[in-house]
């Protein structure tokens, strides 16, 4: 894929295996999750990134959606470019945060216009920036959201979970009843935040299954990047960093980004083989929309005979 490739349309009521479907059929089910490329260099560089990563035959990608629509053409930009260059499932992210019923409303009739099948809906983050406002008749919870989806389209819906406790969530055993109650209105799967120590994932699993919850929960693999996005993202989304982790990245400076990236390599292809030998599911890699780190992990894994 890249800017000289002819890129097909999708042919006329061309349709997508449900992600459902996919979890079904096989184990284990690889996915990625991208951003849209948020400025010129980022779009030069995307198409790349993507024929890259299609190499490792992925079985869909996720496509994430700013709070408040801050994204949204980009997100449809990009959801289109994958579905029409790559011909695999497309998962769009729904951020519902400044979104009232009229706005959500379409949205969805975009996307289902444009021959999506699955979203992934949350409720987001309000921007930083200053210019964010909550609508008078927004949607207080990513459930709520799912509820008004579920009862008025026919997507796969899936939704995040959170084996450390969302950031915001007074504790984990709230956060997985606010779990429930997003599978109850209609959630039909789960893909965690990403997390540095698998006990922290195994753990939320069995507490999830003991409240009921029986739709997949798919792992989220975030591999180290550099030291100072590592550190930046962890307190943002309150992932832990163990302590053997934190003491390889103190031996990092900046400037070693080629050690960070294969230390992140390294550590996150333990994760993936020791969660796969206890049998998730899947593995959804968080790219950065960046191909080589989740590429050398899927190789590696592929020729150990582990997906």
Known sequence: MNHADAVEPLATGETFMQVTALYKSKQPVISMEFFPPRNDEAREKFPGVVSRLCRRNPDFFTVTFGAGGSTQ???????????????????????????GPDEL?????????????????????????????????GFPYASDMIAFIRERYDFTIGCAGYPEGHVASPDLDRDIENLRIKVLS??????????????????FVDKCRARGIEVPIIPGI????????????????GASIPDLLRRSLDRLTPADSDAALELGIEYALAQCRDLLSRGVPGLHFYTMDRSRSTGTIIDRLRREGLV
Not at 108 to 129: H, I, S, T
Not at 222 to 237: D, K, Q, W
């Open 186 to 203: 209609g959630a039909d799967y789960i893909v965690t935040q990403y997390f540095h120590d698998n006990e922290y994932f195994f753990a």
């Open 73 to 99: 053409e980009g997100t449809y930009r990009t959801v289109s470019q994958l579905m029409t260059a790559t011909r695999l499932p497309t998962v769009a992210h729904v951020a519902g945060a400044g979104l």
């Open 222 to 237: 975030m591999p180290v990047y550099s030291v100072e996005l590592t550190h930046r993202l962890a307190g943002m989304c």
């Open 105 to 137: 409303g379409e949205v969805l009739d975009r996307f289902r216009d444009m021959g999506v099948e699955n979203l992934f809906v949350v409720r987001g983050d309000e921007p930083k920036d200053g210019s964010f406002s909550l609508h008078p008749q």
